[in-house]
């Protein structure tokens, strides 16, 4: 990898977290290229870059493979350092907010979102899903109680938004963009993403609609369509970079060994590599396939778990 490998995001439209770095490429005003997955399973393509990794979205740089949007959101702060995402003052205030609006606001928006508008979905999502978190695929009158049950959670959550912004400042830190707005956005921006059907719970909070559109015209940089067999090439004709010098816990396995990482939460699936590099914040796995050749695949370590491979 050169300090100028293009960026490539791998993801699909209505993919919030996808939405996440998408607003932070237009924060940077960055170019990087576009290749749209598949929302629900097979995902052959996404899979070979990442030995199993399903989720959107997954930046790649030339053989380097970045999963999860907190360690891409470093990633692009390390590759385009201004503006930053992380102004003075910043990082533990928006650490706190994203731990909040990526958990207890997320989860019932979800839930009411999709709820409303079930019939604009594609039609395998529900049950691939379900299948992800082992779950039975749920009905349409099981979907339709579960929004009525997040609702009143999500009103109450959009006015602590409103709170947050009643002091007039532009930013949900202070006067400055960070990445507690990408967090708290890409949240509300899925309430309204497939259909205006819940625009009138957002109509009664002024200062967050006002901090929204805000966030909207950031636009999402200078994306140019590339095709997922390019992509591949691109990897296959790469070689990861270097590692930097490891940080490990007492605990962790040496340089080397054969290791499984998987998410901590519902996602399960297990991609197993060679141990390359480690520290408090990151976790690094070789991985080789026909397909994509030699590349690493990076994972933030919190959020992660990593096991010996069976």
Same mark, same amino acid.
């Given at each position: 990898? #050169?300090?100028?490998?293009?960026?490539?995001?791998?993801?699909? @439209?209505?993919?919030?977290?996808?939405?996440?770095? *998408?607003?932070?490429?237009?924060?940077?005003?960055? @170019? &990087?290229?576009? =290749?749209? $997955?598949?929302?629900?399973?097979?995902?052959?393509?996404?899979?070979?870059?990442?030995?199993?990794?399903?989720?959107?979205?997954?930046?790649?740089?030339?053989?380097?493979?970045?999963?999860?949007?907190?360690?891409?959101?470093?990633?692009?702060? +390390?590759?385009?350092?201004?503006?930053?995402?992380?102004? /003075?003052?910043?990082?533990?205030?928006?650490?706190?907010?994203?731990?909040?609006?990526?958990?207890?606001?997320?989860?019932?928006?979800?839930?009411?979102? &999709?709820?409303? %508008?079930?019939?604009?979905?594609?039609?395998?999502?529900?049950?691939?899903?379900?299948?992800?978190?082992?779950?039975? #695929?749920?009905?349409?009158?099981?979907?339709?109680?579960?929004?009525?049950?997040?609702?009143?959670? =999500?009103?109450?959550?959009?006015?602590?938004? /409103?709170?947050?912004?009643?002091?007039? *400042?532009?930013?949900?830190?202070?006067?400055?963009?960070?990445?507690?707005?990408?967090?708290?956005?890409?949240?509300?921006?899925?309430? #309204? @993403?497939?259909?205006?059907?819940?625009?009138?719970?957002?109509?009664?909070?002024?200062?967050?609609?006002? &901090?929204?559109?805000?966030?909207?015209?950031?636009?999402?940089?200078?994306? /140019?369509? $590339?095709?997922?067999?390019?992509?591949? /090439?691109?990897? *296959?004709?790469?070689?990861?970079?270097?590692?930097?010098?490891?940080?490990?816990?007492?605990?962790?396995?040496?340089?080397?060994?054969?290791?499984? =990482?998987?998410?901590?939460?519902?996602? *399960?699936?297990?991609?197993?590599?060679?141990?390359?590099?480690?520290?408090?914040?990151?976790?690094?796995?070789?991985?080789? %396939?026909?397909?994509?050749?030699? =590349?690493?695949?990076?994972?933030?370590?919190?959020?992660?778990?990593?096991?010996? +491979?069976?």
């Amino acid at each position: 990898m #050169t300090g100028m490998a293009r960026l490539i995001l791998h993801h699909y @439209d209505f993919s919030n977290y996808s939405e996440k770095i *998408r607003v932070a490429m237009g924060y940077k005003s960055l @170019d &990087w290229a576009s =290749v749209e $997955m598949p929302p629900v399973l097979p995902k052959p393509d996404l899979v070979a870059l990442t030995g199993g990794y399903r989720r959107a979205p997954v930046l790649q740089i030339g053989a380097d493979i970045y999963c999860d949007t907190r360690l891409i959101l470093r990633q692009l702060e +390390a590759t385009a350092p201004q503006p930053t995402l992380h102004p /003075e003052g910043s990082t533990a205030i928006a650490n706190a907010v994203a731990a909040w609006a990526e958990g207890q606001l997320f989860g019932p928006l979800m839930l009411y979102a &999709w709820g409303s %508008n079930h019939d604009l979905m594609p039609p395998q999502l529900f049950e691939d899903r379900a299948r992800m978190r082992g779950l039975p #695929t749920p009905g349409v009158a099981a979907v339709a109680k579960a929004a009525a049950r997040s609702a009143p959670l =999500v009103r109450l959550q959009l006015s602590m938004i /409103e709170q947050m912004l009643a002091d007039q *400042r532009r930013w949900i830190c202070g006067d400055r963009f960070s990445a507690a707005d990408l967090a708290v956005y890409h949240a509300v921006w899925f309430l #309204t @993403d497939r259909s205006d059907r819940l625009a009138h719970e957002l109509a009664p909070f002024a200062a967050l609609c006002g &901090w929204r559109q805000r966030v909207r015209e950031l636009g999402h940089g200078r994306p /140019e369509a $590339m095709p997922a067999s390019e992509a591949i /090439e691109i990897a *296959r004709s790469s070689e990861p970079a270097p590692p930097r010098p490891a940080k490990p816990q007492p605990e962790d396995p040496p340089r080397g060994s054969m290791v499984e =990482v998987r998410a901590a939460d519902y996602a *399960r699936d297990a991609i197993t590599g060679m141990l390359d590099f480690i520290d408090d914040d990151e976790i690094s796995i070789r991985i080789g %396939n026909d397909r994509v050749g030699n =590349v690493a695949v990076h994972f933030p370590r919190v959020g992660f778990e990593m096991r010996p +491979a069976r």
